[in-house]
């Protein structure tokens, strides 16, 4: 998989304080990366137009609720749907993104009840972009490939 084209990576993974709490979540393997590959970096949350920091969130099916259930579903698909123009525009096939998040999300997500229990799921922006054919993995996943 080793190749030149960009990768689409959370931008807190790059140390970016963009969280729902405002820190930057850095990640040694992909800083390691971003020294031999170009990287673009998205805050899917930021692009929809949420502030940070932000109330926590989760995905409930197909809505993301605050822990105080306030609606935040249209701004994280506003902001899939930046992350995905984003991808096409720099040609990226492959997203590095933050594990677990209602955005970012790849294979596991929270439950959507607050509780800190991880169910199987894709983020919205992470499932947007599977269905766009671009290959997505997390932190937690073999980078390895990728150097």
Do not use: W
Not at 26 to 54: F, N, W, Y
Not at 72 to 100: H, Y
Not at 119 to 125: A, R, S
């Amino acid at each position: 998989m080793n190749e030149s084209s960009p990768i689409l990576v959370s931008a807190c993974l790059l140390g970016v304080p963009c969280r729902y709490d405002g820190t930057g979540q850095a990640d040694a393997r992909v800083l390691a990366i971003a020294k031999s590959r170009p990287m673009i970096p998205v805050c899917p949350e930021q692009l929809g137009g949420l502030p940070t920091p932000r109330p926590p969130a989760e995905r409930h099916d197909t809505r993301v609720l605050t822990r105080d259930e306030r609606d935040v579903t249209a701004a994280f698909a506003r902001g899939a749907q930046e992350a995905l123009r984003l991808a096409k525009l720099f040609s990226c096939r492959i997203a590095v993104l933050k594990a677990n998040s209602p955005s970012c999300g790849s294979g596991q997500i929270y439950d959507g009840c607050f509780r800190g229990r991880l169910i199987p799921g894709d983020g919205l922006t992470a499932a947007l972009l599977k269905e766009e054919g671009l290959t997505v993995l997390s932190e937690k996943d073999d980078l390895s490939s990728l150097l």
